[in-house]
């Protein structure tokens, strides 16, 4: 499956900005999809999962309550809504898929990649 994000751009503090990934290559219900970030000078950490038709998510505690991730089936699309956007938030983001049975949460589990797109929250 290939992916590509977009949505990413500059935001004041308390902002709110909505990423999207579309897939291609495959049916998009046979995968999970994550949403991961990588701040300059750290690593790569996990943000939000959806399940492959979409009744479950879960969220890192550094977004749980500001962040929400969505799926549309029909438009092979993935959603990261991102409310009361933080300067902490700033980072790439990335989203990426994974076929195996259960939800996953670290970077090293998922097998698909997108190229990522630029979130900078200003203070």
């Known amino acids: 499956v290939q992916l590509q994000a977009c949505g990413g751009g500059l935001v004041q503090a308390g902002g709110s900005l909505r990423l999207s990934c579309a897939a291609s290559?495959?049916?998009?219900?046979?995968?999970?999809m994550g949403w991961f970030r990588q701040a300059p000078g750290k690593e790569r950490e996990f943000v939000a999962v959806i399940s492959r038709r979409g009744g479950a998510t879960s969220y890192a505690d550094s977004v749980k309550g500001r962040f929400t991730v969505s799926k549309d089936n029909a438009k092979n699309t993935v959603y990261l809504q991102m409310n009361s956007l933080k300067p902490e938030d700033t980072a790439v983001y990335y989203c990426?898929?994974?076929?195996?049975?259960?939800?996953?949460?670290?970077?090293?589990?998922?097998?698909?990649w997108g190229l990522g797109t630029k979130v900078t929250v200003s203070s």
């Open positions: 290559g495959d049916t998009f219900t046979n995968y999970h």
């Open positions: 990426a898929a994974d076929s195996r049975p259960n939800l996953r949460f670290s970077r090293s589990d998922y097998r698909y």
